[in-house]
C-alpha cells in the first residue's frame, strides 16, 4: 500500500500483485496511511485498486488460518477502518479499478464519489450467496448510497451489477476507460479539495454520526458470529 501526495490531495494505491484481497496487514497499512492524512490534511483522499481489480474483499484463504484471538482483531479492524473511511474528516474518492466485491464493495461506497474502470467488472455484495450474513456497519455504509429496490437486490439477494448498470442506478458517479480511471479520480478529488476545512468535517460527521455510533456499538457482537472467531 503506497501513500502519494499529489498536489492537493494524497493517493492511497493498493496492489498486492494479485486480487487485493483484504488481510491483517491490509487494515493495518490502511490505517497507517488514514493516520498521515489526518496528520497532513490534504484536501482530498483517493482511494485506486490495481488494474483489473478493487479488492474482492477479505482474504478468506488467510482468515481460516488466523489463531482464534487474531481472527477477532481482524474482523474488528475490518468494521472499524471502513467506518472510519465513511466518516473521514476529508472528501475521499474511490478509483474503482475493477471487481469490488463484498469488503471491496464496501470499500468502494464508504467514500465520498466512486469513479470506475470500463469492463467486464462488478459489484457485488455476496454474502448471502455463501451463507454470511451482513453486518450492520456494511449495511449503513451501503445505505447511504444506495436506496429503494436497488438496496434490496444488492443487500438481500446477493445479485451483482455491472459497470452499465452501476452508473444507470449511481452506484457510481462516473465509468471512465480503464487507463484513465486512476487520473480521473485524481481529477475529481483536486475539484473537491477546494471545499472549507474544518466545516466538511463537521457537517460529515453530523450526517453520518447516529449510524457511525450505532453501527461501532454492534462490532464486537456481529463479529463474534464470523466462523472461528469467539
Not at 126 to 151: C, D, F, K, R
Not at 163 to 176: G, H, I, S, T
Request: charged fraction near 20%; proline fraction near 8%.
Amino acid at each position: 500500500m503506497e501513500y502519494t501526495p499529489r498536489g492537493p490531495l494524497a493517493v492511497i494505491q493498493f496492489d498486492d500483485g494479485k486480487v487485493n484481497a483484504m488481510d491483517p496487514a491490509f487494515f493495518d497499512e490502511l490505517n497507517a496511511a488514514l493516520d498521515r492524512a489526518e496528520r497532513e490534511k490534504p484536501g482530498a483522499l483517493v482511494l485506486a485498486g490495481r488494474e483489473g481489480f478493487f479488492s474482492p474483499g477479505l482474504n478468506i484463504k488467510v482468515l481460516p488460518t488466523l489463531p482464534p484471538d487474531e481472527l477477532v482483531r481482524t474482523l474488528h479492524s475490518f468494521g472499524h477502518t471502513l467506518l472510519r473511511l465513511w466518516t473521514f474528516p476529508v472528501p475521499t474518492v474511490a478509483a474503482v479499478t475493477g471487481h469490488a466485491v463484498a469488503g471491496g464493495l464496501f470499500l468502494a461506497l464508504a467514500c465520498d464519489q466512486r469513479v470506475m474502470a470500463r469492463g467486464p467488472f462488478r459489484l457485488h455484495a455476496n454474502e448471502h450467496a455463501i451463507g454470511l450474513p451482513l453486518p450492520t456497519w456494511a449495511q449503513v455504509i451501503t445505505a447511504s448510497v444506495v436506496t429503494g429496490a436497488p438496496y434490496v437486490h444488492m443487500m438481500l439477494h446477493a445479485r451483482p451489477f455491472g459497470v452499465d448498470e452501476a452508473l444507470d442506478l449511481r452506484l457510481v458517479d462516473e465509468v471512465v476507460d480503464a487507463g484513465m480511471v486512476i487520473s480521473r479520480a485524481r481529477e475529481v478529488g483536486a475539484s473537491l479539495a477546494g471545499l472549507a476545512q474544518p466545516a466538511y468535517a463537521h457537517s460529515k460527521t453530523r450526517l453520518r454520526r447516529r449510524d457511525f455510533d450505532w453501527a461501532t456499538a454492534l462490532v464486537p457482537k456481529e463479529m463474534a458470529g464470523f466462523p472461528g472467531a469467539r
